[in-house]
């Protein structure tokens, strides 16, 4: 934060002293056994030992010194080396098929025009998507700066958000925000509890825990990769879909619990220790740096970029689907309604043509965004810009 300007932020005379400045083992220096407590207590009020246990210089690339925060480091960066390894390649292969099929079959037919959709959303899964796509996107233009605060584009966008301080006020805004937002998930969860079972929840046709059918399905898309073979039939989600899900949610309690830590040190100190701190700052970085490049590259590829929804498939934002559409996307669940006779009571008249412009308009301008952070996440790593 001072890099980007901050004049809040602890400096050397701060801890160190400034005319004063003796060796830590020196009886004399502040950060001398309980001194240390008393020189932290000067800016966070009720700062106990926890508190000052807290290592302010760790070096977490140094596993010599610091070696379990170089091991949670390299943590990181095999899952993330993992992660976009795989997806990166599962969305190259999906891109080439897809041209292959185009060049075979010609352009994804549109949907025909129709006075009555397939309901696929409920509205509480739509606004629970919305408070997704602001409290993530405000999170990761907040947050960013701060992770890549010695580049110059972090600054210029500090700068555009109305400075250090500001992100920081802004961070803690959507943060809560996002709070809110597993507030209402949870409360969808529970409302399908209440009408439906445990059972059918966990291993039903719409669940969202992966199940066999959703390893079949990977096997058939691999097929259909690489040997032309017919498409698997879906039913409500597919693989790709859940694991979007559980990552987000493996993904929101580690930056979310980290990120409570880091805003309430005092509090989490009275029973925490010191180097807890040192990991929550690793943790919340790079957490969130691997959910901000999946989100904006391979989910957007997955759920629009592909070339039969580009340039934005609408069915989160308007909770419908055309009813071709429906039965070609989700083969498995259509043929399955259909021989429950349960589809009629899903179709609901077509929403107006102005909802698929907004939601045109909102997700390019999404990816817009999210495509220009990824450029700029890839160009930092690289040490360009």
Same mark, same amino acid.
């Given at each position: ?36 407590? @008393? ?52 969305? !190259? ?60 584009? !972090?600054?210029?966008? !500090? ?81 790709? @879909? ?80 055309? @009813? ?8 498995? @669940? ?52």
């Amino acid at each position: 934060v001072t890099r980007l300007g901050s004049d809040r932020a602890a400096r050397c005379s701060d801890c160190h002293g400034a005319h004063d400045i003796r060796p830590s083992d020196d009886p004399a220096s502040r950060l001398y056994g309980l001194n240390r407590i @008393e020189t932290c207590a000067k800016c966070h009020p009720g700062a106990n030992a926890n508190f000052a246990a807290f290592h302010p210089h760790a070096d977490f690339r140094d596993g010599s010194r610091f070696p379990l925060l170089n091991g949670i480091w390299w943590y990181f960066i095999v899952l993330m080396s993992v992660t976009f390894s795989f997806w990166g390649l599962h969305t !190259a292969a999906w891109f080439v098929r897809s041209i292959v099929e185009r060049i075979k079959h010609g352009p994804h037919p549109k949907p025909r025009p129709a006075a009555y959709a397939i309901a696929r959303f409920k509205l509480i899964d739509r606004v629970n998507h919305a408070l997704i796509i602001i409290t993530f996107f405000g999170l990761t233009l907040t947050g960013m700066p701060l992770f890549f605060s010695d580049k110059p584009w !972090a600054a210029m966008l !500090a700068g555009a958000l109305g400075g250090v301080q500001a992100c920081g006020v802004l961070h803690r805004v959507f943060a809560v925000m996002l709070i809110g937002n597993v507030v209402v998930h949870l409360f969808g969860l529970l409302n399908r509890a209440r009408r439906t079972s445990i059972p059918n929840i966990i291993s039903g046709p719409n669940s969202m825990v992966p199940l066999w059918k959703d390893v079949q399905d990977f096997k058939g898309m691999l097929a259909w990769f690489f040997r032309g073979k017919a498409k698997p039939r879906f039913d409500h989600f597919t693989y790709w @879909e859940k694991f979007d899900y559980w990552a987000e949610v493996f993904g929101t309690a580690v930056i979310g619990g980290t990120g409570l830590m880091l805003w309430f040190p005092e509090l989490f100190a009275r029973f925490m220790p010191g180097w807890m701190f040192n990991v929550a700052v690793i943790v919340h970085g790079y957490e969130a740096l691997l959910a901000v490049g999946f989100i904006f590259s391979i989910h957007f590829f997955n759920a629009h970029l592909r070339l039969e929804k580009f340039p934005v498939d609408d069915v989160i934002f308007t909770g419908q689907l055309p @009813e071709d559409e429906f039965a070609h996307e989700r083969g498995e @669940e259509y043929d399955r309604l259909k021989a429950a006779g349960t589809l009629e009571t899903l179709r609901v008249p077509t929403r107006p043509a102005h909802y698929r412009v907004l939601a045109v308009l909102g997700g390019l301008l999404a990816m817009l965004v999210g495509s220009a952070m990824v450029l700029l996440i890839i160009l930092a790593g690289l040490g360009i810009v």
